[in-house]
């Protein structure tokens, strides 16, 4: 909104100092200011409203050292993070950008299933929630109407690179390329890092590539589902999911300003995406409402997010790493979720199977998640929160290194 009164200010008026406003790093810089203040000031009143209305987590006796200690710590605390960057982004994004939209839709729709998750757990006593199933329903929706904004869209598109042209006059001239709709993806770690889904369909005949969506808009769904459920097994110990998905949303928002910056993308080699750019002022605001969250939420946590946060923090996630066509690095980056989903597959189906089998069933881990295996190994979880934090900055920094290694 302040970006179009400014806008017209200085149109109008030419008012001292309104063209800051047109500089995307000025934005961003302002919504994470903002974003932090708002976290800081409004969560400890939002506590406090917890406190009082008596939103508080019951805890599963797990043996776990501490874990007693924290039943009836307020949850619902992604209200702070939700709070906290969507109200920045109305000051300083440009409301009508396809992805900015994409991604407050995307905010508010994986904090109401979040949401109600967390209030039929507190307000109903159904420790389970919302059944699965409806969980994973809300998911599948929101991945097909990111998959399909993604590819229908008109203004979702790539630009080709610039190419040298020699005249007829024998001189050189770069022309400048066009965008394109493009369903292209970088692929890390290859020289020609460039994987088209278009390719993956055209085997089966001529004209097969007008039916990619029904490969693309699926993958789409698998990876939102994916990243959500994982951010949302990660959310387990305090300060663990906030500080990580910090990291992960600061590393997606350097590619967002690189893929945004035809000088920068065409150093790196990377896709040229027309708009882009602006999606640093969102996770800008993002990475604002994480940090100020992660001040209370550090050990001893004043406040838990819930449900509510760490199923809206995979989707934004998942829907911006899509956005920038680095969905395939999100095994690498969000290497984190990645393990923590992995464990609880394995220890699941490990245990199925060594009880069909044997009639006992077997553990891989002594618990899982995997950052409950080392609770139960007898870390404390500052202790165990602080590498995973270090671990995931390892891994932000090999993903950078991706694009230049090929």
Not at 17 to 46: E, N, P
Request: aromatic share 14%; net charge positive.
């Amino acid at each position: 909104m302040l970006y179009y009164l400014f806008e017209y200010l200085e149109k109008q008026y030419q008012f001292p100092g309104a063209t800051l406003f047109q500089f995307l790093t000025f934005r961003a810089a302002m919504a994470v200011l903002f974003s932090l203040i708002l976290a800081t000031t409004f969560g400890k009143r939002i506590i406090l409203f917890l406190k009082r209305k008596q939103i508080g987590e019951t805890v599963r006796d797990l043996g776990l050292e501490g874990q007693k200690q924290k039943s009836g710590t307020p949850t619902m605390g992604g209200l702070i993070i939700i709070m906290s960057t969507l109200i920045p982004v109305l000051l300083f994004a440009q409301l009508d950008n396809i992805y900015i939209v994409l991604l407050i839709v995307t905010t508010l729709w994986m904090g109401a299933i979040g949401f109600i998750d967390d209030y039929i757990k507190i307000f109903k006593k159904n420790k389970k929630g919302l059944k699965g199933r409806f969980k994973v329903l809300g998911q599948v929706v929101l991945g097909l109407m990111v998959g399909a904004t993604l590819y229908f869209h008109s203004e979702v598109t790539m630009k080709e690179k610039n190419k040298t042209m020699i005249t007829e006059q024998y001189t050189v001239e770069e022309v400048e390329g066009q965008e394109v709709k493009s369903i292209k993806t970088n692929v890390p770690f290859f020289k020609n890092n460039e994987l088209d889904y278009t390719d993956l369909i055209t085997w089966i005949g001529p004209g097969a590539e007008k039916y990619a969506w029904l490969l693309f808009i699926p993958i789409v769904i698998f990876i939102v589902t994916a990243v959500s459920n994982g951010a949302n097994l990660t959310d387990g110990i305090d300060g663990l999911a906030a500080g990580t998905s910090a990291i992960i949303a600061l590393t997606l928002g350097i590619f967002a300003w690189v893929s945004g910056n035809i000088i920068f993308s065409d150093y790196l080699d990377i896709f040229y995406i027309p708009r882009a750019g602006e999606l640093l002022v969102f996770i800008a605001a993002f990475v604002g409402g994480l940090v100020g969250f992660l001040w209370y939420n550090a050990f001893p946590a004043q406040v838990f997010m819930g449900d509510t946060g760490s199923l809206t923090i995979g989707g934004v996630i998942a829907v911006i790493a899509i956005i920038v066509r680095k969905e395939l690095l999100i095994p690498l980056l969000c290497g984190i979720f990645f393990a923590e989903s992995l464990s609880v597959m394995m220890q699941v189906s490990y245990f199925k199977y060594t009880k069909n089998k044997t009639g006992e069933g077997k553990r891989i881990f002594l618990m899982s998640p995997l950052h409950h295996h080392y609770q139960k190994k007898g870390y404390h979880e500052s202790k165990i929160v602080t590498r995973f934090w270090i671990i995931g900055i390892l891994l932000a920094i090999i993903t950078f290194v991706t694009l230049k290694v090929r």
